[in-house]
């Protein structure tokens, strides 16, 4: 039986093709607006009245606004060739775009709707992506690869912990789940960054990939995992000492950094798309590191929470994307103009909000606009150069 007309015209539009598409566009648009909303509120200018207010806004959107469609986007995508079956497209995939989008607009204009509306629509995203990718690793039996979905269910957790919070006024329930899903993001990119960065690094470079050291491989994962694990229980009610998660959080950030020097980083400077990817891994355990002083009280948790956030992740996703985008796209890997400075936008941003801050806390006003214009001035260089590609047809002729 053939499937309808209109059915056939969706799979034919290269915005439905693959995940990567839609989600890399919206979000690195929705962050631009998120942004430039957040600039304006720090300027006395309140252009939203949000679901929970500005700040809790801001926090929610920036990780599961931004935050997940990129992960989702990336790990949809990436689960075709892992699994060598077709992956979410066509009028599935319009689907759960439109659930997200929905979400975001449910969210910026309640227009009165009861609290538990647009949260449903916005918690319901994440396990219906994570539906979608573990029917594909089951199906191909990879099972190596079905650990993202738990983490994508976790980041449903945390998502859900946020507007429990906004919708009962547990201010600390919020700050829990905004850091477990920090800090999820944080285990998807040592994972993914673990395998993507020194394979990349090698191929451009043409030298043999660093073996794998097993015992830091298990102790960089493992303990970065059991900081999740921690910050869960701590979500959870469970009084986690201080001490122990810095202790912990430590432990991670020096394997982390060890694993980062093996893959001949400084070898990359000619190419933006490698040190960018490089650099941002480096600020996993400046974060970590960074996060573990401030709960031994050298400074506010959110300084580390933003080398995390900016520096980690915003700029690995800028770089992934902007590789991604490329290769899927049938067109040839390579740095185009502006990109590299878009990069060095993200990390002066990371800098600035987060460690210059750290020690001249009586700049904040002028760090924090700065950073947010830094952020989206990368974020409108991607823009200006991928969004045709993202909206056509592969130059090869391959579907995708």
């Given at each position: ?100 989008l929905a979400a975001r ?95 990349f690094t090698s191929r ?197």
């Amino acid at each position: 039986m053939k499937p309808p007309l209109f059915v056939t015209r969706l799979n034919r539009l290269p915005m439905t093709r693959l995940a990567f598409r839609p989600f890399f566009l919206l979000a690195s648009l929705f962050s631009v607006l998120a942004m430039g909303v957040w600039f304006a509120f720090w300027h006395g200018d309140i252009l939203l009245r949000p679901r929970g207010g500005l700040i809790w806004w801001h926090q929610h959107e920036m990780l599961f606004g931004f935050g997940a469609a990129v992960v989702v986007g990336f790990l949809l995508t990436a689960v075709q060739n892992w699994a060598g079956r077709r992956s979410l497209h066509g009028a599935p995939l319009i689907v759960l775009v439109g659930l997200w989008l929905a979400a975001r607009v449910l969210l910026a204009f309640p227009a009165g709707l009861p609290s538990w509306v647009p949260a449903a629509v916005d918690v319901a995203f994440l396990p219906l992506a994570a539906l979608a990718m573990a029917r594909l690793v089951i199906a191909a039996k990879l099972w190596r690869n079905l650990m993202f979905v738990p983490v994508l269910l976790l980041l449903a957790m945390a998502n859900l912990a946020m507007h429990l919070g906004a919708a009962q006024g547990r201010t600390e329930l919020i700050r829990q789940g905004a850091y477990l899903g920090i800090l999820l993001i944080a285990v998807l990119m040592v994972l993914l960054g673990g395998r993507v960065i020194p394979f990349f690094t090698s191929r451009k470079l043409g030298r043999p990939q660093p073996a794998p050291i097993p015992l830091l491989e298990k102790l960089t994962l493992g303990s970065v995992l059991a900081v999740v694990l921690l910050q869960l229980a701590v979500l959870l009610g469970v009084a986690v000492p201080a001490v122990l998660m810095a202790a912990m959080m430590l432990v991670a950030a020096i394997a982390s950094l060890v694993r980062l020097a093996r893959w001949e980083g400084h070898r990359t400077l000619h190419e933006p798309l490698l040190w960018g990817l490089h650099l941002s891994y480096a600020f996993v355990p400046v974060g970590l590191a960074m996060w573990a002083m401030a709960l031994l009280g050298a400074f506010r948790v959110e300084l580390a929470v933003h080398a995390l956030a900016i520096g980690g992740i915003g700029a690995m996703m800028l770089a992934m994307m902007a590789r991604v985008s490329l290769g899927h796209t049938g067109r040839q890997i390579r740095t185009l103009p502006g990109i590299g400075v878009g990069l060095a936008l993200m990390f002066a941003a990371a800098l600035l909000r987060s460690p210059v801050l750290a020690v001249f806390p009586q700049i904040t006003h002028w760090t924090y606009n700065l950073s947010i214009l830094f952020w989206c001035g990368a974020y409108l260089i991607f823009l200006f150069h991928y969004t045709r590609p993202l909206l056509s047809a592969r130059v090869d002729g391959q579907d995708g």
